[in-house]
């Protein structure tokens, strides 16, 4: 299995024995804002609210349900979100997920065709202000990284500052096969909804 994936890289979701990958996790990373006081003098934390979201959809590229804060659990419980972090590490860098989605490919509808993961900064903050926000989608559990296979570091990557939206990876069905297609790409948009719409229209 290929490992930190560039963008718009695709693969097979099979595991080195063989072996289908199943149990997906996509664990989003970030501290607060470090804010200077005038002449440089002291310094204040600036909380930082970024949301992880995940869209399933149809064959006909039709939204069937959306997890994010304020669902977080798929009708079947395919799809969980851990909750939703409005403040980001506050104390530095903890090495640990601020947010997690889980997805059990196994458990999922037989009509979803396509899950794709998005981020959304909910007050607006610029993804380039944000220390070491960085994204990884793994095999494993929110307690347990088995192998990550794609990862963005967005603190510091070409032409993530100037946005607070994008698109991190689709998960798609081709002939019953489950396989990834590495986006990390971000979008214009302001807010989880018109995300989604942009998904919809360029990625599926």
């Known amino acids: 299995m290929a490992i930190n994936l560039e963008k718009g890289q695709r693969i097979n979701l099979e595991k080195s024995n063989g072996s289908k990958l199943q149990n997906i996790c996509v664990g989003i990373n970030w501290g607060a804002i470090i804010k200077k006081g005038l002449f440089g003098i002291g ?42 972090d409005l403040t980001g590490d506050m104390e530095g860098d903890d090495g640990l997920d601020n947010e997690v989605i889980t997805l059990d490919l196994s458990t999922l509808s037989t009509t979803t065709n396509y899950v794709a993961f998005v981020l959304n900064s909910f007050r607006g903050q610029d993804f380039g202000s944000i220390p070491f926000a960085s994204i990884r989608i793994y095999e494993g ?18 032409g993530f500052g100037g946005h607070v939206s994008m698109v991190l990876g689709v998960f798609y069905k081709r002939n019953g096969e489950w396989k990834f297609n590495a986006i990390g790409e971000p979008t214009k948009d302001r807010d989880l909804q018109n995300t989604v719409k942009t998904v919809t229209e360029k990625y599926l």
């Open 43 to 84: 310094s204040t934390k600036e909380a930082v609210d970024l949301d992880a979201s995940c869209a399933l959809f149809n064959e006909a590229k039709q939204v069937e349900e959306v997890i994010y804060y304020g669902n977080l659990k798929s009708k079947n419980g395919a799809v969980k979100h851990s909750g939703d």
């Open 141 to 158: 559990t929110p307690k347990r990284v088995n192998e990550v296979f794609a990862k963005y570091d967005i603190a510091h990557g070409a």
